[in-house]
């Protein structure tokens, strides 16, 4: 463990090229980054608790994430890299900007034997439990993202000039695993037309204070019941379940499911005000505007 007075502790854990965690347990109270490479860092396994005045765990390069158990309780940016790769882990993060950010960094010119082909820079999730609370963006992409598995949620911000998700001009490729992100609408994004699998924004006509919002197909099939930690005007929603057809969606009721992270399982939702219905027939399906870009 590393703990201590911020005041005293700059960095956590901290390397010039290169940062392998297999496994261990980690409590780090740091004023700057808790976990910092100059270079690359890989983390395996493990069971970390940090909380920073800076980035929970910041790699210059590359970020590659295969395992463990990671919450960062306390960040001005939860974790960024030039390039991330989650392919499993339990992943929790509150930051006061980005919870997710995928920013360029400076290598010094070191070479690395365990870097990977260079190739721009990007949020790979293949995998794993994600949790962000963010009050910028939930995950901010100068570049571009792909997922192919996992479960993604975002309490993302409140200002319109951040998002839950937001990759500016690049792009966000979704072939599986489930995303649900809500946040404000002024720069709000979703998967782009490049995606294999279904997705929907809606950008409601006002920002709504926290209460559940249920997506279910017109048939009564609820494919998420989720009740925000924030005020509201965004929300984003992919999932192997969503297909062409007609749905409703429902702001306020009640759900007798179990809530883990705001998302229900199980029990029986009783509705509250149907805010819309629509039907979905492509890829990319947007409601209510087009936010800060239209995919």
Partial sequence: PVSGSPSKIAKGLKASVCIVIDNGNFNINSAD????????????????????????????????????NITVTKSYEGIESSVITINNSNIKISSTDDGINIAGGNTGGRADPFAPPAEGQWLHINGGYIVASSDADGIDINGHMDMSGGLVIINGPISNMNAAIDYGSGTFKITGGTIVAVGSSGMAQGPTAASTQYSVRVNLNSARTP????????????????????????????????????????????????AKDGLYTGGTYTPGTLYTSFTISSIVTTIGGSGFLTP
Avoid: C
Wanted: negative net charge.
């Fill in 211 to 258: 209460r559940l919002i249920n997506l279910q197909k017109a048939s009564g099939e609820v494919l998420f019941t989720f009740m925000p930690t924030k005020t509201f005007q965004s929300i984003v929603f992919s999932s192997p379940q969503l297909a062409p057809g007609s749905y409703n969606l429902y702001l306020g009721g009640s759900s007798t499911g179990t």
């Fill in 33 to 68: 980054d808790t976990i910092n490479s100059n270079g690359n860092i890989t983390i395996n396994g493990g069971s970390f608790t940090l909380s920073t005045g800076d980035d929970g765990i910041h790699a210059d390069t590359y970020l590659l994430i295969n395992g463990g």
